[in-house]
């Protein structure tokens, strides 16, 4: 009997045509003798739709004309409720539209990578594809991923962080603590995006608050740390969970900028973006045996010290003065799913889809063994709760 995937991409991000490419680019590569797939597209609303339009990336260039061919849908925040359902039905219509197996996540960025979607799909118990909701969370924001690597041993280039609030009310003295700590050039980003948005760099005061300024219209807390001025990007995904997993060749995205930005990785020269497969790199990377061998050892550190479970790619700065390595941060669900990594590794996309899953099934049966309440109810005691003390923990 085939399993039935939900797929769920696009979502209220900024990183929202991305997701749709790499959902479209997962679904493509799905066994279809193993597997039935329900495409839940998630608009910038945040309204849930099915429908085999989702399927022709050409479709999305009009969204309304999209969504007219497809059905509004939503899932009941009830546990063991793995239905989908139509928003509205005739009087003679089934609302149900299908029993979901596994939910599949496809969303970069904030609401849907971040640990919002994942637990909703907790809460509902069913099995999913990917990190769980702390590590998803954690993984996002830079400024925590930071405090955990650095916790675990993991080399991370130092920052200082604020939030929006702080800068609005306080201005001088954050500009006066971040230049107390940090030299110029000095990179800030939001704390919780990637693909690049919203980061630039600052050579003097002026441009350091321009690009606070810039950081805090994505998210209300901001990082700034100092840039290596002389860099190799590297960057390694690693499949797995904290039980067992394996790091993927390494590869150097090539870049036009100081920065990579948001064209080098997702046009990468084409007018046509085929997202993170759009990069231009060198794959494998041309780095000396040894080099090759401690980034692909931090990757698989940096995924179990995150509790990570799923693909991930890790994204690593050398500075080539020092030979120093750090990372970066890291994708919990990178774009295009990291799979051109996984193919230059020897493992098809087709495969890479059938460990995720496998993957979603092993952590479902370990959460399953696990107590989650007790059968005892303290109110069959006889106990009098309402004087407060006795229901202190």
């Given amino acids: ?6 797929v769920f991409f696009g979502g209220r991000s900024v990183e929202h045509e991305i997701s749709i490419i790499t959902a479209v680019q997962a679904i493509a590569s799905f066994d279809k003798e193993k597997y039935n797939i329900t495409p839940v597209y998630v608009t910038k609303k945040g309204k849930w739709y099915t429908g085999e339009a989702l399927l022709e990336l050409n479709n999305y260039k009009n969204i309304d004309s999209l969504l007219s061919k497809c059905t509004e849908v939503y899932m009941v925040p009830e546990y063991g409720n793995y239905g989908v359902y139509k928003t509205s039905a005739g009087i003679f219509d089934k609302k149900l539209i299908t029993n979901l197996d596994v939910v599949f996540p496809a969303f970069h960025g904030t609401n849907g990578e971040d640990g919002v979607f994942q637990g909703v799909v907790e809460s509902i118990g069913i099995p999913f594809v990917g990190c769980n909701t702390l590590a998803s969370s954690n993984g996002m924001d830079k400024i925590f991923m930071k405090m955990i690597l650095k916790d675990c041993e993991v080399p991370v280039i130092d920052c200082f962080w604020c939030t929006d609030f702080d800068l609005k009310n306080d201005l001088d003295n954050v500009i006066a603590k971040i230049e107390a700590k940090i030299p110029y050039p000095i990179i800030v980003k939001p704390a919780n995006l990637g693909s690049s948005i919203g980061i630039s760099k600052a050579a003097d005061r002026d441009a350091l608050i321009e690009a606070l ?4 219209q994505f998210s209300s807390r901001i990082i700034a740390e100092k840039m290596v001025t002389n860099l190799k990007e590297i960057n390694c995904s690693v499949l797995g969970d904290c039980d067992e997993c394996e790091p993927s060749v390494c590869e150097e995205p090539v870049k036009t900028e100081d920065i990579l930005s948001y064209k080098d990785k997702y046009l990468g020269g084409s007018k046509t973006s085929k997202g993170m497969q759009s990069t231009q790199r060198r794959l494998p990377a041309d780095l000396p045996d040894d080099v090759t061998a401690e980034i692909r050892s931090l990757a698989v550190k940096t995924f179990k010290s995150l509790s990570c479970n799923g693909v991930s790619r890790i994204d690593f700065i050398i500075d080539t003065d020092t030979n120093e390595i750090f990372v970066n941060e890291i994708n919990t669900i990178p774009g295009s799913l990291s799979f051109y990594l996984w193919e230059a590794t020897g493992v098809s996309f087709k495969d890479l889809i ?8 092993k952590r479902k049966r370990k959460t399953d063994n696990k107590v989650a309440s007790y059968d005892q109810n303290i109110f ?3 106990k009098d709760f309402s004087g407060g003390k006795l229901g202190v923990k």
Avoid: E, H, S, V
Avoid at 1 to 6: F, S
Avoid at 213 to 216: Q, R
């Fill in 1 to 6: 009997m085939k399993a039935n995937i939900g």
């Fill in 213 to 216: 300024d810039l950081a805090a």
């Fill in 354 to 361: 059938d460990r995720l899953i496998n993957l979603a099934y």
């Fill in 380 to 382: 069959n005691f006889q």
